[in-house]
Structures are given as structure tokens and as C-alpha cells.
């Protein structure tokens, strides 16, 4: 059974104390509301690491007010029930006065990649996900953590902010779980309709697409595709030409729920 741990105090000293013990911790930080794609970020964990520890905490910090903080998807049992499952070893779920107790105010500005895509259309996004995401590295110091490449930014984004920051942990990212229709898990899948769900399989075949396009020598973004940025890997900068390693990504509203996908071209 996996251990739940709601003080913050209690996670940070069960940590130190098993990397103490010489244990190596892999951290899995979620907002819940789990899927296959969380489950296989704790494999991954396990695999790399002796314990393993998964995060549930839906971030305030990460939502605008315009956005879906109240009605995100909340399935604290059933979330406990699938991290058993894959025999995750504890899980933090902290309290938002845990993470954010009164008097608060010091956020994270994050590294220049937050700045276009996500950024642009969030702009306060990426200043809460890197505050939480340093918050629960010190509250549950770890070795590794993972990340899933869906949230292809989000991941970009921890990279640079530990390699700034000095942080002394390995992050990985892991591959994007999808639907056998290709459709990319997400928590926000659950918001979709049947019509809508069908709708959302337009992300994942236009990102197939102009990874075939790529693949049979297409190298110019724009025919790629036209709501699609293909940008450089690394950098997220715009490329006219796709001559390094470039990722293509895609962001739409179906109905009222707005979703991400992305490919590697390379
Ligand atoms: O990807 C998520 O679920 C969240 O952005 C994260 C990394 C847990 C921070 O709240």
C-alpha cells in the first residue's frame, strides 16, 4: 500500500531519511486525477530508483482565474487505488495551506523557455508550475523526478530551471502514453463528450501527419502544417526550416476544453 503523507514536515524528514538510509528516491509530481501516462512516470521510477514517490497536489499558482482550478478533475481514491496498483511507495497530498500557508509570497520567474507557446497564451502558467515544482523538491528531495513529454514545455521548463538553480536531481521525461486511437492521455480527457472526443483525435493526426510529411522529406513548417509550430527542440524558437532537432506542437480548444499534444521530428 502506498503511504500517504499529508504534512509537508513529515514528507521532507521520510525522505532525507531514506536517501540518508542510501535510497534513491524517484518523485512523480501530479495534480491527480491519474491515468496510464502517471502510472507508467511511477514504472519509471521504480525501475530507476528503490522508492518511489508521487505528488498529488492541483496548483493554484498554475491556474488563471479564467481557467478550470474548481472544476479540475479531483479523484483522490481512485488516484490511491491506481498508485497501489503500480506499488508506488508513498504519496504526498498536501493541503493547499501545506504548500502555500498564509503570509506566502515568493514565486519563481522562470527561465526564458517558458516565455512562447504555453507563455504566451498562460502567461502566469509556468511562474506557478516552477514554483510548486521547486516547493516539491525540497519538500520531497528526490534523485530523479519524472515527467511526461505530453507536457513537452512543462518538462523544458524543469530542465532549464534545475540546470540554473544548481538542483541536485536527473530529470526525466517519458514518452507520451496514448489511446489505441492515438489520442494523448490527458486528466483533462474526462471534460470531453463522445462527439468531442472524436473532435480531439484531430491533435494526434495532425501531429501523425506532419510527422510523415517530415519523415518523406517535407522540411518546411509552414506546409507541415498550419496550426501546428514546429520549433527548435531545445530552444522553442520558431524554425522556417526544419534543420535541427524540432519538435512539432499543437494546442486547441475542443468544446470548452483546451488540450496539447506534440511529436519529435527528428
Ligand atoms: O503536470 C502537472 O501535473 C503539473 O503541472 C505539475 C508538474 C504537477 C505541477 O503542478
Do not use: W
Not at 33 to 60: M, Q, W, Y
Request: glycine share 6%; proline share 5%.
Amino acid at each position: 500500500m502506498s503511504q500517504v503523507v499529508n504534512s509537508a514536515k513529515e514528507m521532507q524528514r521520510q525522505c532525507l531519511a531514506l536517501q540518508r538510509a542510501g535510497n534513491r528516491i524517484g518523485l512523480i509530481p501530479t495534480m491527480g486525477a491519474l491515468h496510464e501516462g502517471h502510472l507508467s512516470l511511477v514504472r519509471r521510477a521504480k525501475a530507476e530508483c528503490d522508492v518511489a514517490v508521487a505528488t498529488i497536489f492541483v496548483n493554484p499558482a498554475q491556474f488563471a482565474p479564467t481557467e478550470d482550478f474548481s472544476k479540475y478533475p479531483r479523484s483522490i481514491d481512485a488516484d490511491l487505488g491506481l498508485l497501489d496498483s503500480v506499488d508506488c511507495d508513498f504519496t504526498f497530498v498536501p493541503s493547499a495551506d501545506e504548500i502555500y500557508p498564509p503570509g506566502f509570497s515568493t514565486y519563481l520567474a522562470p527561465p526564458a523557455v517558458a516565455q512562447p507557446l504555453e507563455g504566451v497564451f498562460r502567461p502566469d502558467h509556468f511562474r506557478g508550475v516552477c514554483t510548486v515544482v521547486l516547493k516539491l523538491f525540497n519538500l520531497a528531495p528526490a534523485d530523479v523526478a519524472c515527467f511526461g513529454q505530453k507536457d513537452y514545455q512543462q518538462a523544458l521548463v524543469v530542465r532549464h530551471m534545475v540546470r540554473d538553480l544548481n538542483l541536485p536531481l536527473a530529470i526525466e521525461v517519458c514518452p507520451t502514453v496514448r489511446e489505441a486511437d492515438g489520442l494523448a492521455l490527458s486528466s483533462r480527457n474526462r471534460y470531453l463528450s463522445e462527439g468531442e472526443r472524436r473532435q480531439a483525435l484531430a491533435l494526434s493526426q495532425a501531429l501523425a501527419e506532419a510527422s510523415d510529411l517530415y519523415r518523406s522529406g517535407g522540411r518546411n513548417s509552414r506546409v507541415l502544417a498550419e496550426r501546428m509550430q514546429a520549433v527548435d527542440a531545445e530552444t522553442l524558437q520558431e524554425l522556417d526550416t526544419i534543420d535541427r532537432s524540432a519538435v512539432a506542437l499543437i494546442a486547441c480548444y475542443v468544446g470548452t476544453t483546451r488540450l496539447i499534444d506534440n511529436m519529435i521530428l527528428s
